[in-house]
């Protein structure tokens, strides 16, 4: 194992953070971060989720230096933004929501200007390792406006990673992007994270941040409302569903079953939603023999992202 005591423990932290828009005669003010507190850990898979408006690029766009925070502490790798904003942003590479590129130039130019830009020597430039990561080395030398919105795309993370910084950050990658190309962008973002980076992506695809994310925070109204590892945070919704298919398929939840949160799913199953360690699987299964059903199959279903998601974010009064 290599040492890394000098590492820092969180790759990206936030102590308080707030931000306000406007205020001006013109444009009242909107606080889009409420006193934000979050760190990413160093090494991790990050998602930051939430709906339209949560304040998601709000945050990333303040580590990234696109947006002026209006009070709080902001570090980057370890390093204060109001200390040294030149070295913070050196340990960051941000892949932005818009395709915003010189099409005149091909890939490799592009890369290599990008390189040129952060000060990178020749002798320690990845220009051609870049393109074959992200599958553009046959179009090294096209037009970047002939390229697809896919290869576009890819070049942005090439874009991002010129400076080899340790934390690549990704603004709503996959939009926009078929499946196909999402897989390909997803194995290149954990051959990048297998290999040191770490990652911090926002989206609004909760498979996304399901397959991907190994922590995970929510935002709502510009707070923050969960933030812990995946796992955990699906074990919070600590309900699971029994479904049973009986061999005659039911068209009302029998009688027996009126005090249990039970349903009808199409095709005539029995769907009953239980608390773990509440209520027994093996009690309802007898509750339905006594019903005189018969079972033809069963299984459990367990909570995602999805369920986490609504179950934190919905109706969420504004100001709450
Ligand atoms: P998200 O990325 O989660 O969709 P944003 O950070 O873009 O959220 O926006 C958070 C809130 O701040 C929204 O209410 C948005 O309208 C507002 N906002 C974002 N950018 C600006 C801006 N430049 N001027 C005024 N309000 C803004």
Known sequence: MSDTSHLPEYALEAIDLRKTYGGTKKAPPKEALKG????VPRGSIFGLLGPNGAGKSTFINIFAGLVNKTSGTVKTWGIDIDKDSRAARAAIGVVPQEINMDVFFTPYETLELMAGFYGVPKAERRTEELLEAVG???????????????MKRRLLVAKAMVHTPPILVLDEP???VDIELRRQLWDYVRELH???TTIVLTTHYLEEAQ?????????????VVACEPKEQLLKRMDKKTLVIDPVDALNAVPAEFAAYDAEIRAGGALAITYRQGQQSVAEMIETFRGSGGRIDDLRTEEPDLEDVFLALTYNREEGA
């Open 194 to 196: 297998a290999r040191g």
């Open 174 to 176: 996959t939009a926009g």
């Open 136 to 150: 553009l080395s046959d179009k090294r030398n096209a037009y970047v406006r002939q390229l697809s919105g896919g």
């Open 36 to 39: 934000v507190t979050l760190r």
């Open 211 to 223: 397959e991907l994310c190994d922590e995970i925070a929510i935002v709502d109204q510009g707070q």
